[in-house]
């Protein structure tokens, strides 16, 4: 239970900056929602689309589908890379400046005047981690509130920019599941996928997905029903749904009640797959049809005090961030399965704007 409530929370943090919650987060949101919008959306949007490509990939490792009746459960585990330019986002400091300055225009407070550069001073926009990449050195923000008609310094915050797993080594996002495969007859085989749902005090979660696949090559069978070419053909239509959720508690972000991330991934799979048909070692490739999107929701109230935030009073803000990510694309899957009776291995790789490794261990009935 505690490894897959760690992986739960690997997860949220790709998607939600969990993982710095309580190292700026909390700021750059007392700062504004307007900017920590901003922020979180252009942070996250590379870990979502990285897990949607993920939970659209491994769906299949023949071109050739069960016989009625026969049975097949796999332990699957998947590994999605992204390209080093999604690893980081560029960040204009200038840029958030005029967010954060209409916000405090807004509250009605006296008149001031915001600033924001990076630590060592500079307002030229640069290169900061993504969710997916690393900050090194630290990279931080540093928001002035001067007093209009003076210049006099009311306030100065230093916000540590969040980093992303690759701070920590992981250069992968990561999934793991069951798999089950069922022959229909009519050239159909049934699957589906799944996480047990795994409730504890903070974490709740679940994936679940299904697909069906329809062998092509049925329709050249001779007269006995056996194919005899070469090769098998098939085409597949597959959906992955993860629902994922992290109670904070309350007030350890900041001041608050009902604190909670929650996270919700749809990835769809339309796939045309060609396999050759030995006894032991084949071989097997697939085009593969991705989309799907992510949405990340920061719900709950947040309350700010003078003492931690920009601007001179007191607020409360309800449910303040909803990120939301949508990708599509065309992914290449290349692999190889290893047969020894009713067991069964197999790995393959999917080149794409997502690279995804996967791999396999089955029984078939």
Same mark, same amino acid.
């Given at each position: 239970?505690?490894?897959?409530?760690?992986?739960?929370?690997?997860?949220?943090?790709?998607?939600?900056?969990?993982?710095?919650?309580?190292?700026?987060?909390?700021?750059?949101?007392?700062?504004?929602?307007?900017?920590?919008?901003?922020?979180?959306?252009?942070?996250?949007?590379?870990?979502?689309?990285?897990?949607?490509?993920?939970?659209?990939?491994?769906?299949?490792?023949?071109?050739?589908?069960?016989?009625?009746?026969?049975?097949?459960?796999?332990?699957?585990?998947?590994?999605?890379?992204?390209?080093?330019?999604?690893?980081?986002?560029?960040?204009?400091?200038?840029?958030?400046?005029?967010?954060?300055?209409?916000?405090?225009?807004?509250?009605?407070?006296?008149?001031?005047? /915001?600033?924001?550069?990076? *630590?060592? +001073? @500079? #307002?030229?926009?640069?290169? =900061?981690? &993504? $969710?997916?990449?690393?900050?090194?050195?630290?990279?931080?923000?540093?928001?002035?509130?001067?007093?209009?008609?003076?210049?006099?310094?009311?306030?100065?915050?230093? /916000?540590?920019?969040?980093? *992303?797993? +690759? @701070? #920590?080594?992981?250069?992968? =996002?990561? &999934? $793991?599941?069951?798999?089950?495969?069922?022959?229909?007859?009519?050239?159909?085989?049934?699957?589906?996928?799944?996480?047990?749902?795994?409730?504890?005090?903070?974490?709740?979660?679940?994936?679940? *997905?299904? +697909?069906?696949?329809?062998?092509?090559?049925?329709?050249?069978?001779?007269?006995?029903?056996?194919?005899?070419?070469?090769?098998?053909?098939?085409?597949?239509?597959?959906?992955?749904?993860?629902?994922?959720?992290?109670?904070?508690?309350?007030?350890?972000?900041?001041? +608050?009640?009902?604190?909670?991330?929650?996270?919700?991934?749809?990835?769809?799979?339309?796939?045309?797959?060609?396999?050759?048909?030995?006894?032991?070692?084949?071989?097997?490739?697939?085009?593969?049809?991705?989309?799907g999107n992510s949405t990340t929701d920061l719900?709950?109230?947040?309350?700010?005090?003078?003492?931690?935030?920009?601007?001179?009073?007191?607020?409360?803000?309800?449910?303040?961030?909803?990120?939301?990510?949508?990708?599509?694309?065309?992914?290449?899957?290349?692999?190889?399965?290893?047969?020894?009776?009713?067991?069964?291995?197999?790995?393959?790789?999917?080149?794409?704007?997502?690279?995804?490794?996967?791999?396999?261990?089955?029984?078939?009935?």
């Amino acid at each position: 239970m505690k490894l897959n409530k760690n992986i739960v929370i690997i997860v949220l943090c790709c998607l939600g900056c969990l993982s710095q919650a309580q190292n700026g987060f909390s700021d750059i949101l007392a700062a504004g929602v307007e900017a920590a919008d901003k922020y979180a959306n252009s942070y996250t949007a590379p870990a979502a689309e990285a897990f949607t490509y993920n939970l659209a990939s491994g769906w299949y490792e023949s071109g050739k589908v069960l016989q009625p009746g026969k049975f097949k459960l796999q332990i699957k585990a998947q590994g999605t890379f992204a390209p080093d330019e999604k690893k980081s986002f560029v960040l204009d400091p200038l840029e958030y400046e005029r967010i954060i300055q209409d916000s405090y225009n807004n509250t009605g407070n006296p008149s001031a005047n /915001i600033s924001v550069t990076f *630590g060592d +001073g @500079s #307002t030229t926009p640069r290169l =900061v981690a &993504s $969710a997916l990449g690393e900050n090194n050195p630290d990279e931080s923000l540093i928001i002035r509130s001067r007093e209009s008609n003076t210049n006099l310094l009311l306030q100065e915050d230093i /916000i540590t920019l969040a980093q *992303g797993i +690759g @701070s #920590t080594g992981l250069d992968v =996002v990561p &999934s $793991a599941f069951f798999q089950v495969g069922v022959g229909l007859g009519a050239g159909l085989e049934v699957k589906a996928r799944f996480i047990p749902k795994i409730e504890t005090d903070e974490v709740e979660t679940g994936l679940y *997905g299904v +697909g069906l696949q329809w062998e092509l090559t049925q329709f050249f069978t001779n007269e006995d029903g056996v194919n005899n070419l070469p090769v098998s053909v098939s085409v597949l239509g597959a959906f992955t749904r993860l629902d994922a959720s992290y109670d904070f508690e309350d007030g350890a972000v900041v001041e +608050g009640s009902d604190q909670l991330l929650e996270t919700k991934t749809n990835a769809y799979n339309f796939a045309a797959i060609a396999s050759t048909n030995f006894k032991v070692l084949n071989f097997y490739g697939g085009l593969n049809y991705v989309s799907g999107n992510s949405t990340t929701d920061l719900k709950g109230t947040y309350t700010f005090r003078s003492n931690t935030v920009i601007f001179p009073v007191s607020s409360t803000v309800e449910d303040p961030l909803s990120l939301k990510s949508d990708v599509s694309g065309v992914l290449g899957t290349l692999g190889a399965k290893l047969t020894l009776g009713a067991f069964n291995i197999n790995a393959d790789y999917s080149f794409g704007e997502y690279d995804t490794a996967s791999a396999s261990i089955f029984f078939r009935i």
